[in-house]
């Protein structure tokens, strides 16, 4: 079947029709259309200052936009956004002199009786065994008493990981979410990502071309804010990253 036909008949979990992003006199994102269906890992790759962050931003209503994005087959809403897409970002922005746990408590801020989700010890207890769930999702579960300054910059990365995780996102966008951390972290953290996707759709944007490969199912490219290049993951090849990253595709 064509990949046409197969979006097509996919389950459309966002979807944009010429979006566009200015800042100022600056274009930055130009006539993009992009569709996410339940259950890819889609890989967002392009030079510095392609629009990549830009684009995880407007696709969330976090910078304004022009254009149309629908969410779950319905015009986007923020609540609806705010409900069931989590978002982990490059550098974790997490409180550091808070635990684990209350850290991804955090994450339950949008729930009715949400104000008592600042810490742990004033959470409800509904709250805190989700927390703790979604820090077994992430092999953390012994780190929950530890605050976040006391943790790997991997660990810290797993912690921001469970704070999305905890609200039962369908979406799980992540912006760059290894680029801080060494090798082997930057796998691990790659590899829970994709592994807690589980049936969940993952978009996130890395420079790291082996993590587009081996942890997205599909990728689209960047260049000068415009998408030049939207297929799955196994067909990409060298001719496709030549004028990308000309200095890695030689
Ligand atoms: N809030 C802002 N105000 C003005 N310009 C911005 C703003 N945010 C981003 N830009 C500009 O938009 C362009 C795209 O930035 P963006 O961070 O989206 O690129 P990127 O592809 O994610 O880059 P990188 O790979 O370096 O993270 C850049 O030229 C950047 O300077």
Redesign the pocket.
């Known amino acids: 079947m064509a990949l046409d036909a197969v979006r097509a008949a996919a389950d459309p979990v966002l979807t944009a029709r010429g979006l566009c992003v200015s ?1 100022g006199a ?1 274009k ?1 994102l130009r006539d993009i259309s992009l569709d996410l269906n339940n259950g890819e890992r889609v890989a967002l790759i ?1 030079p ?7 684009l995880l931003r407007a696709l969330v209503g976090l910078v304004p936009s022009t254009g149309r994005i629908d969410a779950f087959g319905r015009p986007c809403e923020i609540r609806t956004l705010r409900q069931e897409v989590g978002f982990v970002f490059q550098h974790h922005a997490l409180v550091r002199r808070l635990t684990a746990l209350s850290n991804v408590v955090h994450g339950l801020m949008h729930r009715p009786g949400g104000w008592r989700a600042w810490h742990q010890a004033v959470a409800p207890a509904a709250f805190r065994e989700a927390a703790m769930e979604a820090l077994a999702l992430v092999d953390l579960t012994e780190k929950a008493p530890v605050r976040v300054d006391n943790l790997s910059g991997g660990q810290a990365q797993r912690v921001a990981i469970a704070r999305a995780l905890v609200r039962g996102p369908r979406l799980l966008i992540a912006d760059e979410p290894a680029a801080s951390l060494d090798p082997a972290a930057g796998h691990d953290v790659m590899a829970r990502l994709a592994d807690t996707s589980g049936n969940r759709t993952l978009l996130f ?1 890395s ?1 790291d071309l082996d993590h587009a490969r081996t942890y997205a199912t599909r990728i689209v490219a960047l260049v000068a804010g415009r998408v030049v290049f939207d297929r799955p993951a196994s067909q990409l090849d060298l001719s496709d990253l030549r004028g990308l990253f000309p200095d890695r595709a030689a």
Do not use: D, P, R
């Open positions: 800042f600056a930055i392009g510095n200052g392609a629009g990549k962050s830009t944007t420079h």
